[in-house]
C-alpha cells in the first residue's frame, strides 16, 4: 500500500483545512486509517482513527469536537477535517494505514497555524 497525503498548508488560529490521503496498491487488506502528527521537537501522536468496514471512529482528547476523520472506501482516501484550528495543531500530519500485520506510513504534509 502506498499513501498519499494533501492538504496542509498555513492557516491562521480559527480557520479550518482539510487534509487528505489516497491509498493505492494493495488496499484491500487495509482495515483502518488514521492520522497522527508530530509537532517540532516531539514525538509522533496519535489524532484520528477510522475502521473502513464499520466506520467507527476514534479521536484524541485534544482534537474531539474540532476534527472530523472520514473514508470514501470507493476512491481509497481518509480525510480529516480540521476546524477551530488552534496554533498547538501545527504540526507535520501523516496518514497511516493499518493492515493485519503492520501498518504503513505516509509523507506527512505539513499544517502551520499562526494567531
Known amino acids: 500500500v502506498q499513501l498519499q497525503a494533501s492538504g496542509g498548508g498555513l492557516v491562521q488560529a480559527g480557520d479550518s483545512l482539510r487534509l487528505s490521503c489516497a491509498a493505492s496498491?494493495?488496499?484491500?487488506?487495509?482495515?483502518?486509517m488514521g492520522w497522527y502528527r508530530q509537532a517540532p521537537g516531539k514525538e509522533r501522536v496519535f489524532v484520528a482513527r477510522i475502521n473502513r468496514n464499520d466506520g467507527n471512529t476514534w479521536y484524541a482528547d485534544s482534537v474531539k469536537g474540532r476534527f472530523t476523520i472520514s473514508v470514501d472506501n470507493d476512491k481509497n482516501t481518509v480525510y480529516l477535517q480540521m476546524n477551530s484550528l488552534k496554533p498547538e495543531d501545527t504540526a507535520v500530519y501523516y496518514c497511516?494505514?493499518?493492515?493485519?500485520?503492520?501498518?504503513?506510513w505516509g509523507k506527512g504534509t505539513l499544517v502551520t497555524v499562526s494567531s
Open positions: 497511516a494505514a493499518d493492515g493485519m500485520t503492520s501498518t504503513t
Open positions: 496498491g494493495r488496499t484491500f487488506v487495509t482495515v483502518a
